[in-house]
């Protein structure tokens, strides 16, 4: 990839997707084979006007062998000065720019439990953290960036460098970075997904109905006050921001008590590295009453154990089939890319800002309000080129949203 | 570097330079560069029974971005969430492998007073850690592997390439690490260091008078019940371990009122990345009294001033011209590779370690007794071929110790 366009990409991460400041702290995790993109990043916040630009490295390889060889009571707690870590940023109204490159295989093969008693022991330990990220009270941030076993994932019959070479190009694509004025394109992008968050706000829905030709056949009830939202969100100060780029999808917060019917996967998904293939739910008053995978069931099973709320929903999103990302006709095995490719479900905690004033109530008021609580939001792709979605009022009338899997409001 | 070779370094660094125990918490600090080999560490350290081996990585590049861009304010503060991450590994009595691969330049055309301000913030905060590490109560090890710009440093006719190769290949010899059995190796070259040892702990010296072909007249008394130390050092519970690797030196606590006379180094020294050479002191009564550089003399002002201890002396290490790395002739730029290379001194903090029951004593009590205290520590090389190198005793009786730069004892 040539460096201008890197740059651009490395500018509109920082300028659109982190929106940095001046004065401000930014903090960047990056993968460490991708050092050198990182300190284009980290130049790019300090013309920006940061105070100061933290870089975190990351190493898939030895995290790996970390979780294979470490003894097992290494697993079961999260170390106070990583909290306290996060806690300082956090303090600092730290701007987060996460840099994603990971092998989609990296846990492959490491023991289930391990990864869960982890998983928990963390999520347990930076929740205050995550809900800073999860209200959007700070400003994040995630791009991909291709990894050689990524790229090679994704195209498995081409040589390395042209894999590579294949996921970078369409990465600047997704991301819109390749024109002449990558800020002004995604100022009309974003004018896009405001215009239907508009309408859908205002139509005030009570359920949506999906159906597909996969045989999705399933109702959603919606929280009362629920807001539909995508594309850029606001910080506490009001500071506009993109938490994903690229970003395509709109969603919004989903009753957890009344999701009834059955929901089939139109895309694969990867959990802890490990792959589930053809799977599907059966709801019942918003629980997962029945599933079932070809592949990977028992990874499913780990995820719906987790905790009470790992079986319910947190976010239903609409993603029309037109998408760009959707176009490549590409499984990018990285769901920030796959989730902009399709509509989908997330199944956990739900987004306290997809409801009026959530963003000020505890779990326990969220939970009362329909909302979800649960130490995980995993995302799964229902949408299709024949989906269809009806929108249904209080008053039992009817509204056609999508049709053949676009937007047709 | 073949990767056998790199393996049995990999080796000698975990079974024989932090010798790392069943059950063991493992802290490697690697630069990214060196990837591939910190993870070869890792492993080796998990063959050793470690039950955790995490590393920490770092970044020149980065860092020195971080130092030229970041706002004056960032500089003068260092992070308690670092602090508690030390303390909670020392709680865990983790081994601290570092691999050293840093650019000699780095730091270059940094401001010295935002370093210096750095350094006193970092190093005063983690001045409990520094003790942990410098009385030996735990096990560390640093080691060296060529980055492309040392190597380029050190061989500036070669392409990069061949640098890095020729650098390898002295790293190797150095560290003893090219034979069949380089356990077996490193063992006898522990049994030389200490019958040198055995014999000036025996001689029981109360002062050494240097002289070289270079114009240094210098005399350094030793504090009483001094410990001659060298080669492999153990730490608190008794087990054995080699600080840095190679190791050619043994050393002593000088009493820091009692250093007369002109020393005149005979090695450049390296500050910062700022190169300070052709440079002297004059001592008296202790402190220097005069100094001078033909390059970086204020360089050499930044370290007398930061603090009192930084112009008095806190080791004195004896190593013959003959050694291994003196015979390749090579200015490594690299104070693991050069200390070894000749004879020298420290400005400094004294190691607590180098009396008889310096570990119990506070930063008081050891200046009392006529050890140094200071944030910093930092050697400079006088040896040279023809240096002479006398012991005396309390009855005023002399004994030539080293005469042309060699042992005769």
Known sequence: ??????????????????????GQTVVISCPIACAHFGRMVQDEAYDAGASEVLIDWVDDLSYRIWFLRSSDTVFSTYPQWKVDKLKDQDKKDAVYLQIDSSDPE????????????????????????SRNLMTNAQRWSIIAIPSTSWAKKV?????EEEAVEN????????????????????????????????????ADFSKLRFSTGLGTDFTVGLVQNHIWVG???LDKHGTPFFPNMPTEEIFTMPDRNSCDGRVVAS????YSGNLIEDFEFTFKSGSVEKYDARIGKESLASILEIDEGASQLGEVALVPNSSPIGQMKTMFYNLLFDENAASHLALGK???FSVTGGEKLNDEELKALGGNYSLTHIDFMFGTSDMRVAGLKHDGSETVIMENGEFVI
Do not use: C
Not at 8 to 22: C, P, S, T
Not at 167 to 183: E, G, H, Q, Y
């Open 267 to 270: 895309m694969p998904m990867f």
């Open 167 to 202: 996921l970078w190009n369409l990465i600047i694509k997704a991301a819109r970075a390749d024109s002449d004025d990558p800020v002004a394109d995604w100022i009309k992008h974003r004018n896009i997904l405001a215009k239907r968050i508009e309408y859908l706000n205002n």
């Open 350 to 352: 739900s987004y306290p």
């Open 231 to 233: 594309g850029n969100v």
């Open 155 to 159: 195209f498995p019959h081409l040589a």
């Open 106 to 129: 990296l846990l492959k093969d490491i023991n289930l439990e391990r990864i869960k008693k982890y998983r928990k022991a963390s999520r347990g330990a930076t929740k205050e953290h």
């Open 1 to 22: 990839m040539n460096n201008e366009l890197l740059k651009n990409y490395a500018k509109l991460f920082v300028q659109v997707g982190g929106n940095v400041q001046r």
